[in-house]
């Protein structure tokens, strides 16, 4: 027998080892210190560290007790296997729902049929399907909603098209990572868009490749399937494809041979006026602007260059000077020397000798530099010579308590590089062309270059002002805009900047209006080139004032949205157009780059995105519908599609953009106002896989060759022409809004809409219908009460029984009502177009547990016409020797079953026809009469006729019974007429006749 004992020794630095059926778990450790944590890294897997005195480590329950043992605090657990597995059942699930939503999207539901007429919109909705062809090849592209997303969670979408064959293509996906709607999208899938912490919805866009790029877009079904089982199909529209008006083969264009500034562009208009006197004329707007101009300026501060803010450390020794003339008005002539005397307690001074300000600055009893910033801008205001050429500041509001080092006589300088001619205020003018130009033709406004460095949009301007006009002679089309349209051409909104951004800076996007405190660092010289108001958010309506979105209160942001609404004149002159000439219904603001093409609401409220009322659909409708119109023109250029996700209101295909333009004309004045990106990116599609690559082209891409654009544009070998070649596609835009505008200015058609459901009859379940449009967009308003439906304000419909038709939600389609009820409904509608015509009231009976059988009950109607006369008048005595009118009265009583009846009255005596006789003798004038009654309409007295020419008292219109006629008679006497003693009388006879028995 062998005894055999064992000793376990133990110590604190023993690695630690788990048993094999010992799970690991990660668990919050604490000690006393940081460095306890940090011996834990060498004995144990740690996962993180989070306080010094804590970290998570994976352990056993064995290590669990020893670390315990130790003095460690063992917690809460984080993660074990439990976790784990949920975790892989997680990612099990997701790959199942994705494989759903791929089956569902490539095979649809098992035993679903076609959708019902009329079916209440599900989770999964189909917003919009189009396909379209440009220079890259065949697209389609889609949008869909899925009521279940948030802005990081939701079901997985897929999406699946199949030809006129039926059969489904394999299906693409949908990132659930978020972009926003002028993000970056997916070259291979589509995209989930968010907003402002709202979802939006998802799109996608396909190349169709092989034998798919010749589908027909009416050969097309789209689905889009949901990871939870919802679908919804579609058909698809053919996008920009609208056929085109007329024009003649030689039809002149390409007048623009290289970019323009501002002042180029306005003299090639006020010359297109002179040539063409009897269709143009160049209008003055009220108010010139602030001016491509500048204070000269100088910063004064030790080795700091003129033009820079100083440094932390020269802060507080900073002097600024700013001349009080513009620069090029004598304020660039100015100098300014800081000088060291060279003596000791010398006193500060200054001295000017014309244009040339010395400073002599103090100095101490060792002839040291005594005299402080603040002491200096002091001494230069309180110089009467000094001070009436320059107002001097410290830095940004500093106290200036830092000493003035001399300083070498510098130059003052407005730091403009442009030539002299185009300096100072600048005097705004439209060129307004038509055939007849008093304000009673539909105007269009088409204004650019609201933002300096957008120079395509000047020469768009241009380019459209010389085809009208250089066209109009031999171009039907052309003339038939000019002849009925009043068009107004507003080259450059921003002439101030847009010279700075071609001679100064390229990318300047504001005015140069200076708003910054000068007591604020935004107002130090170095700023200068980052003043100035961003215009179109300079606006009045949803504005940042207004609590929006999009601008900024930054004096020396890109959006600065100045120091309040319409501070700046040049958007008081952009309003002055639209409110002096309140015929334009048509606007269109140019801009560049990205191909967007859009529209109110420009603006929402962050919190919420709450946008500014969207149009009524019939609205949107109508905005899609000339949008339509535009974008067709600009694919007949170069074959350029603006894309359908970049085609909308502004809000949402690209941001809020508080206090545009846009908004103003359309709330303020009900104008249809479009915001233009010309510019738009360039597709390229991958031959193998099918990748969509998107290039920007820049502000002031290469107008002709390399070398001829600007500071901010793309300049490569594939996009050669690129200025030049946009400014002609988007100029044929210009001709697609007047063909829009030309076409509102003849509609006199009212609309045309029907009713779709679900049911006209059922025995208890829901009716549900939506209304659709024949031809042209309009409003529809409807009742839901049998009650005649009448015009209503849609966003404030009040207590009328009337609504207005809407749709679903932003971009999405027109809603579908329901009605659940039981018994007889009666839904009435009626629309009226954007020009104001109606379309007469419609009515369609719903019947839900109810039944209605149409039956006859009948009777006859004789044809009838009944006269029955009272009493016969009598005048009473005649007075011989007396002027006198003797009047006399009875009645009748009339039925008539006729269509139409006349009561007269003849005399049937061939002899003395009219008179009254006595025997042989006879009254010198005729008796008249007349009838008048409650049913028919009579007329003044008049002369009795003869049988031949009876005289008629009394017409109706329709059938009367028992009509009370009052028969009134005349009989004039002359003073010097003979009356025989007896009675004058005469039979007539009155007579009730018709045309429509």
């Not at 949920?86 to 999207?105: G, N």
């Not at 650019?448 to 000047?458: D, Y």
Request: net charge negative; aromatic share 8%.
């Amino acid at each position: 027998m062998l005894l055999a004992s064992a000793l376990l020794l133990g110590a604190p630095g023993a690695a630690a080892f788990a048993q094999d059926d010992e799970e690991l778990r990660l668990v919050k450790v604490t000690a006393q210190n940081a460095a306890s944590i940090q011996q834990l890294e060498s004995r144990f897997d740690v996962g993180y560290i989070g306080e010094p005195t804590e970290a998570a480590v994976y352990l056993t329950p064995s290590d669990e007790a020893l670390l315990r043992a130790e003095g460690y605090q063992v917690g809460a657990v984080v993660e074990d296997n439990s976790t784990w597995e949920a975790r892989k059942a997680e990612i099990a699930a997701a790959d199942q729902a994705e494989a759903l939503a791929q089956k569902l999207a490539e095979e649809g539901k098992a035993g679903k049929g076609a959708k019902n007429a009329v079916d209440v919109p599900g989770e999964t909705v189909i917003m919009r399907a189009y396909t379209f062809t440009n220079y890259a090849g065949r697209f389609l592209y889609v949008e869909a909603h899925n009521k279940a997303q948030t802005t990081t969670t939701g079901p997985t979408l897929q999406m699946s098209y199949a030809g006129a064959d039926g059969v489904y293509r394999p299906a693409v996906g949908f990132s659930q990572s978020g972009i926003t709607p002028d993000g970056n999208d997916s070259t291979t899938q589509g995209n989930k868009l968010n907003d402002a912490g709202q979802y939006m919805y998802h799109r996608v866009l396909v190349a169709l490749r092989g034998a798919d790029a010749n589908l027909a877009a009416g050969d097309i079904t789209v689905r889009v399937a949901a990871s939870t089982g919802s679908t919804d199909t579609a058909k698809v529209t053919e996008w920009a494809a609208k056929a085109l008006p007329a024009r003649v083969a030689a039809f002149q264009k390409d007048f623009i041979t290289k970019y323009m500034n501002p002042s180029e562009a306005y003299e090639r208009l006020d010359g297109l006026a002179a040539e063409f006197p009897g269709i143009a004329e160049i209008v003055h707007l009220p108010e010139k602007t602030n001016g491509y101009q500048r204070q000269a300026m100088a910063m004064m501060a030790g080795t700091t260059a003129l033009g820079s803010n100083p440094n932390a450390t020269n802060a507080p020794l900073a002097v600024q000077l700013f001349s009080k003339a513009m620069g090029h008005l004598g304020g660039n002539l100015i100098s300014a020397e800081f000088k060291n005397p060279g003596a000791n307690d010398a006193p500060l001074s200054v001295a000017v000798t014309g244009n040339d300000i010395v400073v002599n600055l103090a100095t101490g009893p060792t002839g040291a530099l005594t005299s402080t910033a603040a002491q200096v801008v002091a001494a230069i205001t309180a110089s009467p010579a000094a001070s009436a050429l320059v107002n001097a500041y410290t830095y940004g509001g500093n106290a200036g308590a830092g000493i003035v080092p001399a300083h070498a006589k510098a130059q003052l300088s407005d730091f403009l590089n442009g030539p002299a001619a185009i300096k100072g205020p600048f005097d705004q003018r439209v060129l307004r062309i038509g055939k007849q130009r008093d304000g009673t033709k539909t105007g269009v406004f088409i204004y650019c270059n609201q933002h300096a460095r957008e120079w395509v949009t000047t020469i768009t301007c241009v380019e459209t002002a010389e085809r009208l006009l250089r066209n109009y002679a031999t171009d039907p089309t052309t003339k038939e805009y000019v002849d009925n349209l009043d068009i107004f051409i507003l080259p450059s909104v921003n002439p101030d900047g847009g010279h700075y951004s071609f001679f100064d800076a390229a990318a300047q996007r504001r005015n140069l209006k200076n708003h910054c405190p000068i007591t604020a660092t935004t107002g130090g010289i170095g700023n200068r080139g980052s003043w100035g108001v961003d215009l179109n958010r300079n606006n009045n309506i949803g504005t940042l004032f207004d609590g929006y979105s999009g601008a900024s209160s930054s004096c020396t942001s890109d959006t600065f949205a100045g120091p309040s609404e319409t501070s700046e004149p040049e958007i008081r002159n952009e309003h002055w157009v639209v409110d002096t000439f309140p015929k334009i219904k048509f606007a269109i603001n140019i801009h560049t780059h990205g191909g967007y093409f859009m529209w109110a609401p420009g603006a929402y409220i962050s919190a919420g995105r709450v946008t500014l009322p969207s149009p009524n659909i019939g609205i949107e409708k109508y905005f899609f519908d000339v949008a339509d119109e535009i974008l067709s023109h600009i694919r007949s250029s170069r074959g350029t599609a603006i894309l359908p996700q970049r085609t909308g209101p502004i809000a949402d295909v690209l941001y809020s953009a508080a206090g545009n333009s846009a908004d103003d004309q359309y709330y303020r004045k009900g104008i249809i106002a479009y915001s233009f990106e010309a510019g738009a990116q360039k597709l390229a599609v991958n031959a193998t896989t099918g990748a969509i690559s998107r290039t920007d082209v820049g502000f002031q891409p290469c107008f002709a060759g390399l070398g001829t654009g600007g500071g901010t544009g793309t300049c490569n070998t594939v996009q050669i022409n690129e200025g030049h070649d946009s400014a002609m596609e988007f100029a044929d835009g210009n001709y697609g809004l007047l063909q829009g505008a030309l076409e509102y200015s003849k509609d006199v058609t009212p609309p045309s809409t029907t009713i779709e459901y679900s049911a006209a009859q059922t025995g208890s379940e829901p009716i549900n219908f939506r209304f659709n449009w024949v031809k042209e967009p309009s409003v529809i308003y409807y009742t839901k009460d049998g009650s005649t439906p009448t015009v209503i304000d849609c966003d404030n419909p009040g207590t009328s029984s009337t609504r207005c038709y809407s749709n679903q939600g932003p971009r999405r389609p027109g809603e579908v009502l329901t009605i659940s009820a039981l018994g007889v409904h009666d839904v009435k509608w009626m629309s009226v177009d954007i020009k104001g015509n109606q379309e007469a009231v419609k009515t369609q009976r719903f019947l839900i547990a109810a039944d209605q059988e149409n039956g006859t009950a009948n009777g006859t109607v004789p044809a009838t016409l009944a006269l029955s006369l009272g009493t016969p008048p009598a005048f009473g005595a005649f007075t011989p020797g007396i002027a006198k009118d003797y009047t006399a009265a009875t009645t009748a009583n009339v039925i008539t079953t006729a269509g139409d009846a006349t009561l007269s009255v003849a005399d049937p005596s061939t002899t003395n026809t009219g008179k009254l006789v006595n025997g042989t003798f006879t009254l010198a004038q005729p008796i008249q009469a007349a009838a008048s009654s409650l049913g028919g309409t009579g007329s003044a007295l008049k002369p009795v006729g003869g049988s031949a020419s009876p005289t008629s008292l009394l017409t109706y219109t329709g059938p009367k019974s028992n009509d009370a006629v009052t028969l009134s008679f005349k009989q004039t006497i002359g003073a010097n007429e003979a009356l025989r003693t007896g009675s004058y009388s005469k039979a007539l006879t009155f007579t009730l006749s018709t045309t429509t028995p």
